[in-house]
């Protein structure tokens, strides 16, 4: 069997250092907000290049976070996509918020910024551009329009660990940033694990009053907050991996190249890039209206294509006509019908690939 992602490989790809890594902290005897942690935050917010970094428990919590910091709440509108993965709107929902939708660009699945202007009202409070499949939505007139209308920006970067956009990461832009280390993701832990990113030292704050019971000293809530840390554990893992994040992209956007290369001309629509971006394949990704067809191919042949997503999620039986913006999803809706993830991983044979890519052919 070709897995569509391959965590495994991964850890066994760097195992001594992980190893090593989780002796350390098993040995220390601090397993919750430690030094770990600690050098974790510091060295992920180095990286995006941002002042400060709050690991918490997920990528979902991570978002949910970063709104309440910004103090959105019941009875306030954030504006997002519906084809992303539900932890986007159910973050949102956490607060008491109320998603509204936009829809995507045809070419790179990311929120059309010239749709957003209308989705904006009096209850809106802040934008989600989720940086989806790894490369980043169009961020620059998402801030202009932002900036005009007094909105926060939070950034969705689960799917988008290194992606640059006009020479700065992803993660930069916005007022808060937020990441998750699922284990299949681009930096992945061994387990869940979510970072909250930002320059601004205030919304830092509130960000790590709100993930620990709103402690400023411990067993004193400064304000009302929840339980979702980030333990020593995957802190360590996540420090070993960090150096190998940008090696891990280049490769996968070799795979990516050497699958655009094989792909030409046998009808399906490859990764598009942005100008003036760069992808980091978390996911690739093509498009076909015979995408049903070619899955249940390939998984005849052993090979894990999956979908992502499937369903787009104003389509969804818990949100389905329940959202604004719900009616006028057209690109989403192809998408959610077209689009299919083929095997890519940092450690994917290339002897595997080519079989993936054979068996494409075959199909055609």
Same mark, same amino acid.
């Given at each position: 069997m070709i897995l569509c992602c391959d965590p495994l490989a991964q850890y066994k790809a760097h195992?001594?250092?992980?190893?090593?890594?989780?002796?350390?902290?098993?040995?220390?005897?601090?397993?919750i907000l430690g030094e770990e942690t600690k050098a974790f935050e510091s060295e992920f917010a180095e990286y995006i290049g941002v002042s400060h970094g709050i690991g918490v428990g997920n990528g979902t919590e991570a978002l949910h976070i970063a709104l309440a910091a910004c103090d959105i709440g019941p009875g306030d509108e954030v504006v997002t996509v519906s084809h992303t993965a539900v932890a986007t709107v159910a973050a949102i929902e956490l607060t008491g918020a109320s998603p509204v939708f936009v829809d995507i660009e045809p070419d790179y699945y990311t929120i059309d910024p010239s749709r957003l202007e209308a989705a904006i009202t009096s209850k809106t409070k802040a934008i989600i551009p989720v940086h989806l499949?790894?490369?980043?939505?169009?961020?620059?007139?998402?801030?202009?329009?932002? !900036?005009?209308?007094? /909105? +926060?920006?939070?950034?969705?970067?689960?799917?988008?660990?290194?992606?640059?956009?006009?020479?700065?990461?992803?993660?930069?832009?916005?007022?808060?940033?937020?990441?998750?280390?699922y284990p299949t993701k681009n930096l992945g832990a061994l387990g869940d694990g979510g970072m909250v990113v930002t320059s601004d030292?205030?919304?830092?704050? !509130?960000?790590?009053? /709100? +993930?620990?019971?709103?402690?400023?000293?411990?067993?004193?809530?400064?304000?009302p907050g929840w339980n979702t840390r980030l333990d020593e554990l995957q802190a360590a893992i996540l420090r070993v991996k960090l150096c190998f994040l940008d090696s891990d992209n280049e490769a996968r956007a070799y795979l990516a190249s050497k699958y655009n290369h094989a792909l030409k001309g046998l009808g399906f629509v490859t990764p598009k890039r942005r100008q003036e971006s760069t992808h980091v394949y978390h996911l690739y990704v093509i498009s076909s209206a015979e995408r049903d067809e070619i899955q249940a191919f390939l998984k005849a042949r052993g090979v894990g294509a999956l979908i992502h997503y499937p369903v787009p999620i104003h389509l969804q039986p818990a949100y389905r006509d329940k959202l604004r913006g719900s009616d006028n999803l057209l690109e989403t809706e192809k998408a959610a019908r077209e689009v299919l993830s083929l095997p890519i991983y940092p450690e994917l044979p290339e002897k595997d690939l080519q079989m993936v890519v054979e068996m494409m052919r075959c199909y055609r």
């Open positions: 195992k001594a250092e992980i190893d090593a890594a989780i002796q350390k902290v098993l040995d220390k005897g601090w397993y499949y790894g490369q980043s939505a169009d961020m620059s007139p998402i801030l202009d329009i932002a !900036k005009n209308h007094g /909105l +926060r920006v939070i950034e969705d970067c689960a799917q988008a660990h290194g992606a640059m956009y006009r020479g700065r990461r992803v993660g930069m832009w916005g007022d808060m940033a937020c990441f998750s280390f030292p205030e919304l830092a704050e !509130k960000a790590r009053l /709100l +993930r620990e019971y709103g402690w400023a000293e411990r067993y004193i809530s400064k304000i």
